[in-house]
């Protein structure tokens, strides 16, 4: 039976828990990955990191806005499932490998044809995925994915943790008190690969260069870069579509989200209730985690990370 994440008397601060494992988490080693270059049909390209190991349960790692594979909570996720001997993969949404993405467009929240397609074009590969883990808007792809597919979705299990259901509830809490640090951070690097694209691509749909130096908030960077990229009216028509709190009901695979009630990104009223989770879906909400966070032990220098340890528990039920 599982014990609910609890979080420990040194680490109760949702920022402490946000910002611990960023400093402090051990890395990973992660110089026997190896690169594919997943050729998309739109003419773009995903790179996908792998740990193989062929007739072994294969997990695949959605990472957050602007994370990666050298993201600690990757690196964590990767050490764990290298003990239980699984294969290990790493999707990295467009432009997220250190490599530019070919066309105007990028990520998004809410890009589950991107996975959809992954997942496809590495089955060729014979690489099949069993298992699906998604970190904040990886989590949200994956939820958006899962509601989309429902019992076609060619995967065992999934686990999601610290997701922003509500996109338009989390841009508006993210812009309050000290978690305008994480936008201010999260945006700095946005702003630069737009004025990268725009080099490329022109200010036709991407906005001028003062414009970009003026997007300090993520309502007003999805409004003037993300929706007009992706095809959405504007932030709010983007926000409605791509939030995931919506596709949950329909999912039909085993789906383990985990939450923290703390969370500097994310309101509360994000969570769904019993009667929106479909009977596939388990909500573990623990009163305290932070965004990503999780991180518990006895002493600071003894430090555990509770996902790396509860997500394979419960994938390797099925």
Known sequence: MNIPFQAPWWAKNRHTQTLWSTFFKPQADLSQAERLKIELDDGDFIDVDCFKNQNQPTLLLLHGLEGSIESPYIGGLIN????????????????????????????NSGVSEDLNEVISKLAIQNINIDYLVGFSLGGNVTLKWLGEMAEKAPIKAAVVISVPMLL????????????????????????????EKLKRFGDDILPNKK??????????????????????????????????????????????????????????????????????VTLEASENGGHVGFVHGKWPWKAEYYLDKRIPEFLEQF
């Not at 309050?176 to 994480?182: A, C, D, E, Q, V």
């Not at 949950?248 to 009630?261: C, D, R, W």
Request: with cysteine; glycine share 4%.
């Open 80 to 107: 764990s499932a290298k003990r239980k001997n699984w294969q290990v993969v790493v999707m990295h949404f467009r432009s997220c490998s250190g490599t530019p993405n070919r066309l105007l467009k990028s990520y």
């Open 211 to 280: 414009m970009i130096r003026s997007l300090n908030s993520f309502w007003r960077f999805d409004n003037y870069v993300t929706a007009p990229t992706h095809g959405y009216e504007n932030a709010e028509d983007y926000y409605q579509k791509a939030s995931s709190k919506q596709f949950i009901k329909s999912i039909a695979k085993p789906t383990l989200i985990i939450q923290a009630k703390d969370d500097p990104f994310i309101n509360e009223t994000v969570l769904p209730t019993q009667n929106e989770l479909s009977k596939w």
């Open 168 to 195: 338009g509830v989390c841009a508006t809490e993210i812009n309050k008190g000290f978690s305008k640090l994480y936008e201010f951070i999260l945006l700095r690097t946005l702003r630069a690969k737009t004025r």
